[in-house]
């Protein structure tokens, strides 16, 4: 079945640690996006890509560093610097970004930093 | 600016009743909007889109939603709810940015209670 898929599920971390999410597709999608949840605040965007070896800054990049090497992955670091790291993250693709095709997104990945 | 509205974070409603969710929405041009469904740890999962065309739009699990430009909204709406539709659901529009790329603008989401 084809897909989006997070891992890990559950992440923990000590403060001052970077950290990596993992974020893996086989729909042959261009576009792939990182969201982070927040309770009562939806969801917002972190960094988009649109093609390989090819990112932008979304809404909050700031604290987070991206790498686009190979169209099936996206891997997220959540850096130190990052203030307010502790959310959940939701990788997303789409075939490209200029069509109305649905988002597809993967079941996430709570981090929690202590 | 681009942006939605989900003016409740929460709709109560009994089972077998029908359901409305609201969405008003801000953008510039023609909006491409758009429901998803959040299950508890989950990822989203598309509902539904309006692109153009009939403003009635029917999407999964027997939900409909209704684009009205004068009012600007986007209510998500099923005329019998079931508790398995319990969960967050999320309006979204499409914005475009800085003319590369044409990224969702996502409401704050609103959680639906059905009870028995």
């Known amino acids: 079945d084809g897909g989006i898929t997070q891992s890990p599920k559950y992440l923990f971390r000590k403060e001052g640690q970077n950290v990596t999410l993992s974020c893996e597709q086989n729909?042959?999608?261009?576009?792939m996006y990182w969201y982070r949840q927040d309770p009562g605040q939806g969801l917002r965007l972190i960094y988009y890509?649109?093609?390989?070896?090819?990112?932008q800054k979304g809404d909050i990049a700031e604290g987070y560093s991206v790498s686009r090497e190979k169209k099936e992955s996206f891997p997220l670091t959540v850096t130190s610097a990052q203030k307010n790291p502790t959310a959940f993250y939701l990788c997303a693709s789409r075939g490209t970004t200029g069509d109305n095709s649905p988002l597809h997104f993967g079941n996430g990945t709570r981090l929690t930093v202590t | 600016a681009q942006s939605v509205a989900q003016p409740e974070d929460q709709v109560n409603v009994a089972e077998g009743n029908p359901l409305t969710v609201k969405c008003t929405y801000s953008?510039?041009?023609?909006?491409?909007l758009f429901w998803y469904v959040q299950y508890p740890n989950r990822g989203l999962q598309f509902l539904l889109k309006y692109i153009t065309g009939d403003n009635l739009v029917k999407g999964s699990y027997g939900f409909e939603a209704e684009f009205n430009k004068s009012q600007t909204s986007f209510h998500l709406k099923k005329p019998s709810a079931l508790v398995s539709d319990s969960a967050l659901y999320f309006c979204?529009?499409?914005?475009?940015?800085?003319?590369?790329?044409?990224?969702?603008?996502f409401g704050g989401g609103t959680r639906l209670m059905v009870k028995p």
């Open positions: 953008v510039s041009g023609n909006p491409y």
């Open positions: 890509s649109q093609i390989v070896n090819d990112f």
């Open positions: 979204a529009v499409r914005a475009l940015r800085n003319n590369a790329g044409n990224m969702l603008t």
């Open positions: 729909l042959n999608h261009d576009a």
